[in-house]
């Protein structure tokens, strides 16, 4: 069969994706990029906001639109929550729950499957993550989470805590190096709860890698700040282990944060933030803020936005709050009017790009290792053609460079020589 991919929301649903691509092309299956070349579209949704519920939504109509021959398959946060009625009007032929999505391409060659196999089969396995145009591999090492944020619909649907073992990760990342692939990037639901059903640790697991394979950059995703204790702190003394943590906060006042049911005090992310710069000078922390939380004030957002100022965050995911049924934020009395909503998240945006450009500046001068990932085919005024590159640097800042040689999955030293567009100008060596 021929199978498109495509996902909404978080790193999560990309993983999937990567371990979905990986199965079918082992299958004997074809990965195509365009939907209409599909004979099956897999969409893996998200439910974060009502923004993505809404995008969701639209993304499954448009695949419908583009390819009505095809079937459709779905899985993730939206259609967890979607009575399945409204599911099959947008023309979905098989939901695969949150609980079995370790068994969505199974259930998926099952149910649609030819009996022959196609010629696909004998494409090398390295295709299915390319073919994507990823050069970055995210690893799900993890599924669901123990806590009750009242802000948050996903707990409720990922479910419990799952890990996966330690060996079985170490295998995956060894096949992913196998294939090139330079970087990987640790994602779950609860990144830093990983291990709590094995007996084991977010920690343990790094060290693994570190020893049990040579992946050359070892990256996390997002992780709650309450979960890294001072010896995680010790990890980043490899420079495989590489210098970029997103760490939510979601507001900088402590009476908001009791609301939400953090379990992390201003005071304790400050600390947090500053010993990892002592670790390392040049880490690079990211956070998400959500502006307009139920009961939010004036004073407590003037405490968030001034706490916010003091911690030199590379970037913010700026949320504007919005209402989802069957979190107990919905129910909590004094609801800020959406206009203060709106304003407020307009300047928590323009906070955000002056902390990332503080950052981006900052870095100008220095030599580092990027991570070329993608280039796209550029003409100049004079009709010659190069390519157009961006990459990440180890603490995460984005770097474009323009480039007639190939760059695209190699780690180069690059001087990093100015600033535009929100993005880092690098001079790589070649």
């Known amino acids: 069969m021929r199978i498109h991919l495509s996902a909404l929301g978080c790193r999560l649903n990309e993983a999937e994706l990567e371990q979905w691509a990986a199965a079918f092309t082992q299958a004997g299956d074809q990965i195509t990029a365009e939907p209409q070349d599909a004979d099956v579209l897999v969409m893996n949704s998200c439910a974060v906001t009502r923004e993505a519920v809404r995008k969701s939504r639209q993304k499954l109509q448009r695949l419908q639109r583009v390819n009505p021959q095809a079937k459709l398959v779905v899985s993730g946060c939206y259609s967890e929550l979607e009575p399945a009625t409204a599911l099959a ?7 695969v729950p949150n609980t079995r999505k370790d068994h969505l391409v199974p259930l998926t060659r099952a149910t649609f499957s030819q009996p022959d196999m196609p010629q696909a089969a004998t494409a090398p396995a390295s295709s299915a993550l390319f073919t994507r145009n990823r050069h970055r591999a995210f690893i799900k090492i993890q599924d669901g989470c123990r806590y009750r944020c009242t802000f948050c619909i996903v707990t409720v649907a990922r479910g419990a805590e799952r890990s996966r073992s330690i060996a079985d990760i170490v295998d995956e990342v060894r096949r992913l190096q196998s294939e090139g692939i330079h970087e990987i990037v640790l994602t779950g639901v609860h990144v830093g709860g990983y291990g709590s059903d094995l007996d084991t640790d977010l920690a343990s697991l790094v060290r693994a890698l570190v020893a049990d394979t040579d992946i050359p950059r070892i990256r996390f995703a997002s992780v709650e700040p309450w979960d890294l204790s001072p010896d995680f702190l010790m990890l980043f003394a490899n420079p495989r282990v590489l210098p970029h943590m997103h760490l939510p906060l979601q507001s900088g006042s402590d009476t908001v944060l009791r609301r939400m049911a953090r379990r992390c005090k201003t005071a304790d992310f400050d600390a947090l933030t500053h010993a990892l710069r002592e670790a390392v000078p040049q880490f690079n922390v990211t956070t998400d803020i959500i502006a307009g939380f139920p009961g ?14 003091t911690q030199a965050f590379g970037h913010i995911h700026a949320f504007t709050y919005s209402e989802r049924e069957g979190t107990k934020a919905a129910t909590l009395p004094d609801p800020v009017p959406v206009p203060v909503r709106q304003q407020r998240s307009r300047e928590l945006h323009q906070l955000a790009e002056q902390l990332k450009n503080d950052q981006l500046v900052k870095a100008v001068g220095s030599t580092v290792n990027v991570l070329w990932e993608r280039g796209r085919e550029q003409t100049d005024e004079n009709g010659v053609q190069f390519w157009r590159y961006n990459g990440y640097t180890p603490n995460y800042l984005r770097v474009t460079t323009d480039s007639q040689h190939e760059l695209a999955n190699q780690i180069l030293p690059t001087q990093l020589i100015g600033v535009t567009d929100g993005k880092l100008i690098g001079e790589p060596s070649h």
């Open 296 to 309: 939010e004030s004036e004073q407590e957002w003037q405490e968030s936005l001034d706490f916010i100022s």
């Open 89 to 95: 009007q947008l023309g979905v032929d098989l939901v």
